[in-house]
């Protein structure tokens, strides 16, 4: 019988000394974040999936935000606490499709503890095709995960959150960001500096893949995304819609006239303009534009780019700007034209 004892108190104790420091280190360095420590050694953040710790953030923190910025990964990199006339939350994740728009703000909508006034949209020329914006995506098996009342202490157990709270740990410490996207404690991205050489080499490495993936054969301007748009609007009704396009480096954006999808272009700002009156572009010959040293890849800005966004932005339609052309349905057939005319002083 005390030998049982004995085996039994060992047993447990062997339990509680590795699970209690494995779920205090992971609630200490939350990289899922689920909880709300914040402190020197967990202030650099992978990215484990966008989706869901965007989201648990959203769910299980406290949530006073009026506006929501809907984006894919490049407008990750705008830091929503630029917006000085607004409190505006990131929602912005890789790869998001126009139609996943709808269940991310009312996720949000849902969630916050104020009414949210307005919907900031970072939209991309690339997403418009048949191939990116034809598919309908939504936040479900995200929200799903939520139905388990022990969801986030069970990731506390997890070693693959561990694995994770030390990489951030290391990154913390060293205050280095060694990742093409590393997050702090208040949603704001950062990107490591790299090289001019590795910088042209990524840029030739995506302008191949965008004309193997995304343009020539694969891109078909999707005749329907204009009415995606529309039903978005009509489904949030009381949210002021902002749109802006992300601006590409001229490298990507030569990749796409070269292969023959200029009407496309302009067909979709045509549409923007149609569907909310007015769009900031910044997809066009500018200061920004034509320095690739404002990106690391051709396609994703750094974020001293993703400021300037913000600050034209937060300026408003009329405010005099070299970066950032408000577009309307007075002034884009100019626009168009003085963007082809930017064009054809490259060749």
Not at 20 to 42: G, I, Q
Request: no cysteine.
């Amino acid at each position: 019988m005390n030998q049982s004892r004995r085996f039994t108190a060992v047993f447990f104790s062997i339990v509680f000394l590795t699970l209690v420091p494995l779920a205090a280190l992971n609630y200490l360095m939350d990289p899922l974040w689920t909880f709300s420590p914040k402190h020197a050694w967990n202030d650099r953040q992978d990215v484990i999936n966008e989706r869901q710790q965007k989201t648990n953030r959203i769910y299980f923190q406290p949530f006073l935000y009026d506006t929501i910025l809907l984006g894919s990964s490049r407008s990750t990199y705008v830091d929503q606490h630029e917006f000085k006339s607004m409190k505006v939350y990131n929602y912005s994740v890789s790869n998001m499709s126009i139609r996943e728009y709808d269940t991310f703000l009312a996720f949000a909508e849902k969630h916050s503890e104020q009414p949210i006034q307005r919907v900031i949209l970072g939209v991309d020329f690339f997403k418009s095709s048949v191939q990116e914006s034809s598919q309908p995506y939504s936040l479900t098996n995200y929200e799903k995960q939520f139905e388990d009342p022990l969801y986030r202490f069970k990731n506390l157990l997890s070693l693959d959150t561990l694995k994770y709270s030390l990489k951030d740990a290391r990154m913390s410490i060293t205050n280095e960001v060694s990742l093409e996207r590393v997050y702090n404690r208040e949603n704001v991205a950062d990107a490591k500096e790299i090289s001019q050489k590795v910088r042209e080499e990524q840029t030739a490495q995506k302008i191949n893949r965008f004309k193997q993936e995304f343009y020539g054969s694969h891109y078909v301007y999707n005749p329907r995304y204009k009415e995606y748009l529309t039903i978005f609007n009509k489904r949030h009704p009381n949210v002021e819609k902002i749109v802006y396009t992300t601006p590409i480096s001229m490298e990507l954006f030569d990749a796409l006239v070269e292969t023959g999808h200029l009407k496309d272009y302009e067909q979709w700002l045509r549409d923007l303009v149609d569907a909310y009156g007015g769009v900031y572009n910044f997809m066009y010959p500018n200061e920004v534009t034509n320095d690739l040293n404002n990106y690391f890849d051709g396609h994703h800005f750094y974020p001293e780019t993703g400021t300037k966004i913000a600050k034209r932005i937060d300026a408003g339609p009329d405010a005099e700007s070299s970066f950032g052309v408000y577009v309307t349905k007075e002034n884009i057939d100019q626009h168009l034209q003085d963007v082809r005319n930017a064009l054809l002083k490259r060749k």
